[in-house]
């Protein structure tokens, strides 16, 4: 089983000779389990592209670490994308890869995730792609997009998975000592609020509700603030952030409460009243939805507890 992992400038080497001995270790898994499935993985320089005829079941695009080549791929490489898909490949990335099959025009109208930091960009160059961020990894059949940095092990492991079977999958997570579980990128997720547009008036808005986010803050208060009319700013403020003020409100809040989780060891109680919210029970709900956890999962899981 042919599989090829595209070694593009600025791409993340650690995730390239990663995969590869991920692969070559499930290898060894699928001797011993006298399963008869071979990986063959190649790690193909842009220049060798052309030159190789081989037909491979997948083509990965591991992360971008620097030179944001990822912003603008060679036009031989998404022609050379393109074939591959044609021929039966499995177009498969991870982080900022993801941007990189987005060029080729595949991903169009159909879901793929990209890392949380990467989605403003991502939505300002691909439009027509059904993002979707909190997803640590998407498998649409011959498409397979994963989020973070490090998700090229969940691609791995996912790629395992399909290919020989979730038991060998779940023993090479056992010999990396890799969680094998289902998770969210949202987890880790922090609001970043897209300030690049160039309405003046809604960046005011959201300088207010940024310094204001603890108190009740209304549209027709903040309407007023920016000398528009509910409606005109309404719009425009969907327009420039992609979501409307009180989400927006929300998403603050709950990345202060993130942080002061982090950071204190006052009650979630205190904590809800800290970032606005009289009742603790709405914003523990808040919370779950937004970020898949409770405050008490959250803390678990990213708050040492030794302190």
Known sequence: M??????????????????????????QLCVEQELHIHFNTDVLKLTQLESTNKTYKAVLLPPGLENHFYLNPAEYLKKWLIAKHMQGSILCSACAGSFIIASTGLLNNREATTHWGLENNFTDDYPDVC??????LINDDDMITAGGMMSWVDLGLELVAQFTSPEIMRQLGKTLVIDTGQREQRYYQQFRPKTSHADEAVLKAQKKIQ????????????????????????RRFVKATGLKPGEYLQKFRIQKACEQLENTQFSFEMIANNVGYEDSGACRKIFVRLIGLTPGEFKKRFVNSSR
């Not at 600025?10 to 390239?16: D, E, H, K, R, V």
């Not at 993002?131 to 640590?136: A, D, P, R, S, T």
């Not at 310094?211 to 007023?224: C, G, M, N, V, Y």
């Open 211 to 234: 310094t204001d986010f603890k108190q009740s803050i209304k549209i027709a208060e903040l309407a007023k603030f920016c000398y528009l009319t509910e409606r005109t700013f309404l």
């Open 131 to 136: 993002l979707k961020v909190n997803e640590i």
């Open 2 to 27: 042919n599989i090829a992992i595209i070694k593009y400038p600025g791409s993340l080497q650690s995730a390239i000779y990663g995969l590869s001995e991920m692969f070559s270790l499930a290898n």
